[in-house]
């Protein structure tokens, strides 16, 4: 740690005990207007144009120090990298006048596209508790947050983070909730990053853009606008996001000058407690009625989904007196507080607008289904998404991911599809699958009469029968029934299969005669990055064969550029240079990788040959058992691998083996990749093993008592605790806030060398000449000698910082 301090802090540090210094004044108290919950220093990255032209009092929670990411500057990893990160932050966000950083000090533990099994990871309770904490202490009156739903290649820490937001909007307010953190505040308006739809550039992107769903509620920021030293905030955001150099962002290309061609930040308000005001565009929308905060007013519906016929009472709460009007679409009718969908009413989301007599005015949203709605089974994260979304009082967000299932290319599956009544009466009928053309299996099927309410479920077999169609791609269709439709996708996936080897293969990075019987495949297609230039650029063919319990794989990658040679012990970091990854997921039906089996190779490393590491999966680290062996040539290099069967997590299912074979192309010397090439090609593939594609390991039969379930997985979950970090130190005793949003030790002091507390804990002492660990009994303890900055921890996790 010692090392860590002076690597990281230098000099500032040991002459001063001061965090990198940000652009704006430091706050000597923690009353802020907006806060941004993300998961990793740089998810704000995106909003900081929009976040400096407020120009309010503004924070960052970051649930993590990203230690579990790459980094293209130096060796550190872990805690030391998450010091590192913490300090870019820091320095980026300051651009924008953002003084405050808080960390949850949660695990970055690696890339994952699973939100369940980032909560597995973070914990729910204790972590929510820790934001609802700081959204008390910090009393905003606007959350930003990033997307909660897991749309293809959206971080699975992004999207708990997101959620916990969420969570912490509602909870924070209810005095019924954590009574231990703090006082209740309600935030007036929650909003979401990005935008679902097509925008626009310039000036006019503020008003010009159209989302996918006519009923989101979305502002638009133009970055084109004049900043502090006579740069537009575009420029001013640019050079904070060069500031997150560890992740290879340093070399970001300069923003537009042409106003035309600089665009806006996108905001979806999900929540409110303020009159909602659409004719509000940019900033002024952001803000309007929430900074400074005036009135209240709400709408809600007494139900989410309604079908055509059918009332809906709307309970409309306001901290203003006046008469309240309703108004709904064109042809509902509106008596009192109730409003009836017209019998021909079109499924959709609907807004119900309700006006107080001051002309200030809210919207309720529902959605009108049909009496009968067919469903087609969601993958495990999208159900799990929906049912959050329905429990935690947001039944909008469900259905924000389109139900997509994948098909083999040529091959079949069963499609469960739920039927469910919505109505207030029975229901009976038939369900068909409207499929696209190239595949087969969707005629009617009958289903029983269902009761208000009642579910059934009918299997179809669906076949692909044109397996000229590509992957990568959406293939949507209708699930039909007598009261409606609704919209699901399939998704090809390429599939193999894998021959028994005569002989066993000579690991040497050449084919020998019979080692590798079947075809190759070709896995030149883009996934992510840049496309590449030619063939001759970035393409290649992989081979596979098994033999006694071992599968082999030989990989030939054409490749005219080589990228950084980085050092073996940096082999798991293979997505900053040119390398291959081989992915198994042993019966095909893994939530996510964490009960696979991912192996990074690297073709050749700064201290001799290949290198070989997994990452991302049941258990990271050095590869028992692999052997690997390659061949460097001047338009590219083939490795060759061989793995034991009994290193997969649980026994092989000859019949349905999930594989992938990816490769990562450098064409620079800074440690970063910029394309992305492989057989089954999805954005974020690596961390979605259901879009992986498929093997018949053909004529293999595992030993019998090869265990079929995965064990658990190994997550590593070493993080860098605030009270050892000097920056979070310096702006708790700044602000009189317990550092890591922990609950509050009681106070400790320090004087003439001497560290005062009145119970037990651990002390983290920064010090001239580094950093002690110092255990600390109730009374006083010997502190080193000079000056001294102080995290201290007692035995039940609450915290306190000083500095003397």
Known sequence: MRALVAGVLGAALVAGLAPPVAAAEPRADADLDVLFVGA???????????????????????????????????????????????????????????????????????????????????????TLEKLVRVVRQTRPEIVFTMDPAPSPGNHGNHQYAARLAFEAYTAAADPSLFPGAGKPWAVAKLFTTGLSGESATGPDCVSAFTPDEPADRVWGVWAGKPGPGGKTWAQIEREAQREYASQGWAGFPDAPTDPAKIGCDYFTQVAGRVPYQPESRGVEGLLAG??????????????????????????????KPGDIELTAPEGWTVQD????????????????????????????????????????????????????????????????????????????????????????????????????????GGEERPYPELAPGATHQVKFGV???????????????????????????????????????????????????????????????????????????????????????????????????????????????????????????????????????????????????????????????????????????????????????????????PASLGLNVLVYDSDTQDKTGQTRIGWSTWGGVQGDPYRWGRATVDGYTPPPDRPIEPPEPVLPLEVLASVDSPQTLEQSIRLGLPPGAAAASRPIRLRD?????????????????????????PGRTRLPAGPVLVGFTNTRGGTAAAKG
Not at 296 to 304: C, E, G, P, Q, S
């Open 337 to 440: 507080r109730t409003v009836t969908v017209p019998a021909d009413a079109q499924p959709g989301k609907a807004r119900i607008r309700a006006s107080l007599s001051t002309v200030e005015s809210t919207e309720a949203i529902v959605e009108v289904v049909p009496p009968v709605v067919a469903t087609q089974e969601p993958l495990p994260q999208v159900a799990q998404y929906d049912a959050w979304a329905r429990e935690t009082g947001f039944p909008d967000r469900a259905g924000d991911v389109l139900p997509v299932l994948t098909v083999p290319s040529g091959g079949t599956r069963d499609i469960t599809v739920t039927v469910r009544n919505e109505s207030p009466v029975p229901q009976q009928g038939v369900v068909s699958l409207a499929l696209p053309a190239g595949f087969s």
């Open 40 to 126: 990793h220093p740089d998810d704000e990255a995106s909003t900081l144009s929009t976040i400096g032209q407020l120009g309010l009092e503004a924070g960052v929670v970051t649930v993590t120090r990203g230690e579990g990411g790459g980094n293209a500057v130096g060796p550190e990893e872990g805690p030391e990298l998450g010091l590192l990160r913490e300090a870019e932050e820091r320095k980026a966000v300051g651009r924008a006048g953002v003084t405050d950083v808080f960390n949850l000090d949660r695990a970055d533990f690696y890339y994952t596209v699973s939100s369940p099994l980032t909560e597995q990871a973070w914990g729910h309770e204790s």
């Open 753 to 777: 060398g001497w560290l005062y507390s009145a119970e037990s804990g651990t002390a983290s002492v920064f010090a001239a000449d580094g950093r002690h660990v110092v255990e600390v009994a």
């Open 463 to 653: 076949r692909n029968t044109d397996a000229s169609l590509p992957s990568g791609k959406d293939f949507p269709y209708q699930l039909v029934t007598s009261g409606g439709s609704t919209t699901a996708a399939l998704e090809i996936v390429p599939a193999t299969v894998i021959p028994q080897a005569l002989a066993a293969p000579a690991v040497d990075g050449t084919a020998g005669s019979g080692e590798y019987p079947a075809e190759a495949l070709d896995i030149s297609a883009r996934w992510e990055g840049d496309d590449c230039a030619s063939a001759a650029d970035c393409s290649g063919s992989a081979r596979l064969s098994w033999h006694d319990d071992t599968l082999y794989a030989l990989v030939d990658v054409t490749d005219d550029v080589a990228g950084t040679k980085l050092p073996t012990a940096d082999c798991k970091r293979h997505w900053r240079t040119d390398a291959v990854e081989l992915t198994f997921d042993p019966r095909g039906r893994s939530e996510n990788t964490s009960s696979t089996y991912k192996l990074a190779v690297l073709p050749s490393t700064s201290d001799g040959g290949p290198c070989a590491f997994r990452d991302a999966d049941n258990a990271q680290g050095p590869a028992p058992g692999v052997r690997v062996a390659a061949q460097p040539r001047e338009d590219g290099y083939t490795v060759e691998v061989a793995i034991p069967m009994e290193q997969l997590p649980g026994a092989v299912d």
């Open 290 to 319: 929430a900074v400074p905060m005036g009135a209240t007013l709400t709408a809600t519906a007494d139900r989410y989904r309604v079908t055509p016929g059918e009332p809906v009472r709307v309970d409309v709460r306001s901290s």
